[in-house]
């Protein structure tokens, strides 16, 4: 799986758009590009998924550049249950195989008042 | 929603003891997964089941850990014989079979190895 690169912490003002971006500069043509939150030690959350499309769900955006080198998980207006590690995970996909998520340090997202 | 439900929440154990953590994965999930996370260090793979047996395992998935899928909807970690450096976050996850899916994971089973 292709290694990905985040910042390690990020702050953003509570109502404001939290812009999370993630490097994986290394990324093959049958690789998704998975995020993940941790609030405090609980089990990872799921975020969002992409191939190569931007996507959109209740909870994010997500934006893949053309080349597929970068992308940036959206929280349109963060609150301040939104204060978490953010994980960016490339993963192959395999149909019927599984595969695992390999976690990097994430970003550490502090949403304040 | 579906989830996955993982137990005891919190475990205290004596070195040396032997240890089973508990995870009853979504029903229609067929891949199932334990992480480990040590306090503040990042979530790590150990292992990874499918179709009654191991598909994958990390390093850190020694002989002293074993998985199990006992009775069709339980599964288990089992650590043989408990170390102090055993002492962590274990979570469970699952995931269906396809294209677009995303594994869910349980909240976690603190283990305390004293």
């Known amino acids: 799986d292709a290694k990905t690169t985040q910042p390690p912490s990020m702050d953003c003002a509570e109502g404001r758009a939290a812009n999370l971006p993630c490097n994986h500069s290394t990324i093959s043509g049958n690789e998704y590009v998975y995020w993940y939150r941790q609030i405090h030690s609980q089990g990872p959350q799921y975020i969002i998924h992409g191939l190569k499309n931007n996507e959109t769900n209740e909870m994010a955006s997500l934006i893949i550049t053309e080349d597929r080198k970068s992308s940036t998980l959206i929280l349109p207006h963060a609150t301040l249950r939104d204060t978490a590690v953010y994980y960016c995970i490339v993963r192959v996909l395999i149909f019927d195989q599984g595969g695992k998520l390999i976690f990097g340090q994430g970003t550490e997202l502090s949403v304040k008042p | 929603e579906p989830e996955v439900t993982q137990t005891p929440s919190h475990q205290v154990t004596q070195m040396g003891q032997e240890v089973i953590l508990r995870c009853v994965p979504i029903?229609?999930?067929?891949?199932f997964y334990w992480y480990r996370q040590i306090l503040g260090q990042k979530v790590e793979f150990l292992v990874s089941f499918y179709n009654n047996e191991i598909s994958e395992k990390s390093e850190i998935f020694d002989d002293q850990f074993s998985v199990e899928r006992p009775d069709g909807s339980n599964f288990t970690l089992k650590i043989r014989s408990t170390k102090l450096e055993d002492s962590a976050m274990y979570f469970c996850a699952s995931l269906r079979p396809g294209v677009r899916t995303e594994a869910f994971f349980g909240q976690g089973t603190r283990l305390t190895v004293v």
């Open positions: 029903s229609n999930h067929l891949y």
